[in-house]
């Protein structure tokens, strides 16, 4: 006899933990009470005979066995989404996008001008660091960062991703930064694998260069920590013009670090290119 399934609510619970790292804000995303998320968690740790969390006050981080049953989940929530969408309107099936959550919220913002479009699909947005499959069923289009070269799918370049130090007028008062780039050297500089290159392609030597101890995973989270006043960041300037225009980072050089990085639009070559990716190529463009 096959053993058991655990609840679909319970798995839910998982994937939306795993993505917030918050049981609170997991809660609100589902519409139920912190304390009965906390509830499924313990019953699925106990269904599965192992934890899946650690718990640091209100922070959570998943376990190796966490990490991997949500990784998982996340596939297979999104497949019966869609499922569920086919069957209940056909015709109206929304395109199913895979974007990164920095690129969604670069995005967002313009979404009401890609509505108004004749003819336009209805677009889902799967925000996810998870390299999602282009496949029918989970992934229609696919918004990725790297250099491109993926087999067996077309793809285009939507945004360079070159960057630049950005951080807020207030540390940029505290440091005294001015028209010299080597004031950066002794930061406080947010820890980036491209400092080095950066200095070096403005004419300054780094080897005096000091960086922070907390890497971020996504220039949106870097974005924060850089208007908190935590430090420098190095950043795509197109994909922060509000932040820059309401004056809450500033850029204070014009050099750019070009480390071949970009964000591609990817789909498969097979099927009838969408209207979206059009659309999203023009908007690009602007930048």
Known sequence: MAARLPPLDS????????RHLNFTRAAEELGITQGAVSLRIRNLEREIGQPLFVRHGPQVRPTEAGTRLASDMADILVRIRNAVDTVRDPVKRPLLVSTTPTFASFLTPFLAEYRQQPGGNPIRLDVTQTVRTVEPGLCDVAIRSGIGG???L????????????MLSPVLARRINCGED??????????????WEAWFRGAGVDPVDMAT????YPTQDLLAQAAVAGEG?????????EP??????????FA?????????FVVYRAVESRPAFIDWLIALCARY
């Open 11 to 18: 798995l839910r619970a998982l994937d939306a933990c795993v």
């Open 150 to 152: 993926w087999p067996g």
């Open 154 to 165: 077309a793809q285009e370049c939507l945004l360079r991703l070159k960057r630049t130090p």
């Open 181 to 194: 780039p080597a004031i950066l050297l002794h930061g406080p500089l947010i820890t980036d694998r491209g």
């Open 212 to 215: 922070g101890t907390i890497e």
């Open 232 to 240: 420098v960041a190095l950043l795509t300037p197109a994909l922060f």
């Open 243 to 252: 932040l820059l225009a309401s004056g809450a980072l500033i850029q204070p």
């Open 255 to 263: 050099h750019m670090l070009d480390d071949g990085m970009g964000y």
